[in-house]
């Protein structure tokens, strides 16, 4: 199998999630970075450039083109800029005729989604969203179990993303992750956008359900913030199960604490993030179950995460490349329906996601529709 | 000190509760269980009566007369019937000079608590209702931290109850507990009113904060059910803080998962009934901290709370117990205002929970004030 | 069924098992407490009895005297001193026509244990030890676990007891409990006495093998202290097996952690008393197991250990209050042998193991026999 | 900096180990995996080369000379064979000038070691053992906590290795990763040798402290099979401290369950492999700690050692990149000692451990010295 030739726009120094993309793109030798805009300072993205071995550009635009001609240049670009170039970004490169596999949020609001969606359609290219937790083992076995009906039904959903690092107002005191994640032009919504969304998609992903009407309470917590830092949302999904969704950046002493519980008419299932290799299963008869990652009784998809044996633990970059390889499987067979990478359909559905608990809230509008269609 | 001399009401052969009340009101010596009207069955209450070497009586009025007339008689009665009787005996108790300590909710409505709050105003005596998990030596110590600032102020309140074992209709499979719980006429609400009060409780327990406002989904999972089995409530406190309330009985696999979250500006703590005798504190800088039950770093009433040296854990009777114990010592010093026993404002705080979140979710009324006065 | 009537040496003021005793005989209204010699104080000990309103007694043979001769005297003693009136006080009450329910270890030394074996044989009466960790469920249904043969045979078992509160010369700073228990007159031995022998014992309780040989290391470490704090000890069961002792009151930092863990052919088992209710297999094939207490599809001997349901946490004073409720049982049934109260073979037992350790560790003398007969 | 060029002996299809070298060694960029001799069929060797893109060869000796010779041609080996090469590869490799980077143990006898330490030191070449678990940023924390002193002195070292995979006689069931290393010619040691020298310098490297006596029991549990796979032993270290390691493939159930317990003066720490991030502290005074992975208040080293913020998990493959990450940095800055990977000393001493605790088992030596030294 060919090795596929990644570009890169942002994630030069001082970015937190482009080192992972690069990291998680080649950590199973099936993608290799080869050209980079890694950052709008043409010396600094020469630097990263030249540190990691790969052409540098100072532009992306120019980089686009320039790869897009070239022989050997990148057949796919990955989107870690804030959210505010995803559209720009991605839509040049699939008319390009590049793949794109794009950080989250798809882009700054729905109606660019909705662009988006109408430009990859166009385009015939693929478009992966790196929706990260969909790329853990036991996510995925957890999506398996409730595809069997192992749980029967779905009856309820409660997922929690507890972060409390925005806990201050570290916009303010120079910190650059928080600068452009509370910035309106930047980022769009704040905390609902930036890990609300992962909640929201892994809430839809594991169950097999989707969220058809909400009631939130976004809020600002901290003084002086821009963008929401808290939000709270019940949940109505098709079918009648109910749910709920509650997503902090002011949470204090929170790390990164993503943890979902869904409920079946005869069992429930728990995954946290904080034990990203274990899946326990409560049943209403018999013991408890603890699944474990890379264990031979998973159903496929788990066992495919998975690169080296039970107790070894694979985290975070792992997940993330697991993501990647299914992106690269994808281009390479030609088709997206047999890996589990996000698409752009969840990407218009999280902003859709995004805009109606926001305004929901700001209105105090109670229960409302979501319309997560993608045109 | 002298002993306490008890009556109970209720709490007969297949009762859960009742014999929880027994064992936790006897554990530390300082009550005495001497009668009873365990059943409305005067064969099965003189049984137990006889079972546990104490005066047993068929009708709980005329045990209430009987003892209020006798110098060696009960000074206090414990309700543990089901709820549609708790004002009644509660009124005459008191009315007849005895002290009540009540299993939750205090009363079937709103209006009940009212008037129970009215006949506890005029009596003179002590009420006390047995909202357990304030029992716990580390739900104490949860109080204690907020209560000193040491999180910064409360900012967001997270509270989850979940139960599994109403996810199949028992109350139609001959299961006695889930029968009075699910009708109407005995219980008044359902799992809001069984649980949901339990964790509305322990949330303003510990914040030191009251609920003023909420939002609230509070539904019946499983067909045929007449009352509600799943709720799930946004929460808005005085002072500003944000809250989640979910408390469920359909939660299959569940088994009594009671777990609270309080976040401060600075920090935030985490309760779990699954490990009682543990508190975590995670904090904004500096590592997270596990204190354990009957340590001596505790502050009082924590240490108080505790019998035993630490690692030697202490359960779900021995809170209970720390109910009893306080309310004897209320009792004996003749003010309640020292210990922490619940009173019936708490049961009336929680019925107008109760009341205002299933008249607000019927009507989907968005965000309701809530008015939790006394009269 | 009639409530048995207990008397009670030692547990006086600053005690720490003898409240224990008291509340977990009397928990299940089985057992009710008439009589003690709580203190050799004459005054300390009436103070004692009045509190808990029965007869004092300023010494403990005179009260066996009395006790005995009553009509409605004690029918049963309860020995709570300190180690070296073990054998005394038990013989006297044996030999009086008295049952006795012993803290452990049964006697100060191996001798003494075989004197109290012949006394308890030639009495006729019913000898029940406090190894209190075989009343908790749990360690009741991983005995059964064991013996039903779901891990194939055994082939290791691992056993650690993980104290921290000798840590520092507290016996020279006034702890009363430090004092006696570390001063070779009363205690006998040191660690491997007070907490060595609940390891072996649960080892062999739920392994249900015999250890056969051992290899000990048995030290101490605080400097100046009289008898050993440490101990670690390799093990070798009947039928092959192979096993690791560890206790040790030097582990700084740690509570009361005492965790066993068996091996069989086809799985293992771990259950650890920071989670008494629970109970893990895990297994060569298929997913961990969780067990949780006071569910409906545990063996016989672990439902009727548990009080109240699943989810609602019993502990220490519940599981030594199961061994009253088992001795009381034996005794009203007049056979021991269907309730799983240790008796003084493993009294005999546990003292062999600590003389042997002792002495094989002091020889050096590498691997060596240990004989329990009792006689 | 530049970029390392790397060449692999070994690794090649259905091995388990070659992979993860791979993915560490060039994950953070600093290494580039460029040639291999990847096994003894020449055909699958090329294959391997080829689905890498980098030079394959059919033999080992002869990659060596030819990539010594090229200008562009590694400049390391990566040792991933069977035990029984070890030495003749990482010999060879350091004649011609190359660095080595080895799997663990660093050979199949102590005999060898020393040889093999010799060859080093003629060498002036770099030599690195992957003893993964101190690429872990929590184990380098409680390396730093335990020198730093905060822990009093050291007094006890418990540690545990417990796997379940060799259970059942895997290696006469066709399971290649078992026929070899539970043959006496290719693995040199069973158990032992393959965990249980990973326990040993893991209690080393965070006690600080080095093993000076031994009492061990080293036995073969699975009938038929011609090494040992259970091993436990008693440990004496430098300065006094008492320990325990035990180490086991029959411990059914197990997946990779490293556990270690360092206990001092006044406190203990934990760390476990089943958690890698978080590091436990148990104080005799105060509540408990958990560290967490990537938090600002670690120290450097443990700080060095993580990729990603806080929250986000890392791994054995990250563990693993650790070590290579720190090998590279030693070779650019030509010197070994500001950096912790794992040495030939290391390799010697755990082999003396190897061959002190089988000869002392096989002959019940009970306590035997420990002669570390290389030569």
Known sequence: ???LRLAMVGGGPGAFIGPVHRMAAELDGRI????????RDPDKSAAAAQAWGVRGYADWSEMIAA?????????????????HLHLAVSRVALQAGLHVISDKPATRTLAEARELAAAVAASGRLYGLTYTYTGYPMVREAREIVRRGDLGSVRKVVVEYAQGWLSRPREREGAKQAEWRTDPALAGAGCIGDIGVHAFNLAE??????????CADVGTVVPGRRLDDDCNVLLRFGGGARGVLIASQISAGARNGLKLQVYGESGGLTWSHERPSELTIDRLEGPSQTLHAASVYLSGPAQAASRIPTGHPEGFIEAFANLYRDFADA??????DAHPVPDIEEGVRSMAFVETAVAASRDESGWVALDGRIA
Chains 1, 2, 3, 4 share one sequence.
């Open 67 to 83: 790869e897009a001609g070239r022989e050997d240049g990148a057949q796919a670009v990955a989107v870690v800029t804030p959210n």
């Open 205 to 214: 992903f594991v169950s097999g359900r989707r969220v058809e009407r909400l």
């Open 32 to 39: 290799r970075l080869v050209a980079g805009a890694f950052s």
């Open 1 to 3: 199998m060919s090795v």
């Open 331 to 336: 281009i390479a067979e030609g088709r997206a």
